[in-house]
């Protein structure tokens, strides 16, 4: 018998942004478990409909662990003397 689902294929870069991502699927950070197969060191098949949300949590990501040169004051918050 054929086993036939919709899915999409995700190529990690890197192994900490694969287990980010296995690590989402455990917590059930997207609503529901959406890891179909784990495939090789690379690769994983995952849920087509979770692709958008996936992103946006990748995005988050790596908002939060990117520096850039003009986000901020580079001498770090204004402190007032009296």
Sequence with gaps: MVNVVKGV???CSDAAMKQFIKHLDETNA???KF???DLDDIHLFVSG???RALQQ???ELMDR???S???GDAAG???RKE
Excluded: T
Aim: aromatic fraction near 8%; proline fraction near 4%.
């Design 9 to 11: 294929l995700l190529k």
């Design 49 to 51: 409909d979770v692709s």
């Design 30 to 32: 997207l609503g529901r």
């Design 35 to 37: 890891i179909l197969h």
């Design 57 to 59: 949590k990748l995005d």
């Design 77 to 79: 918050p204004r402190v």
């Design 65 to 67: 662990n990117s520096y």
């Design 69 to 71: 040169e003009y986000s």
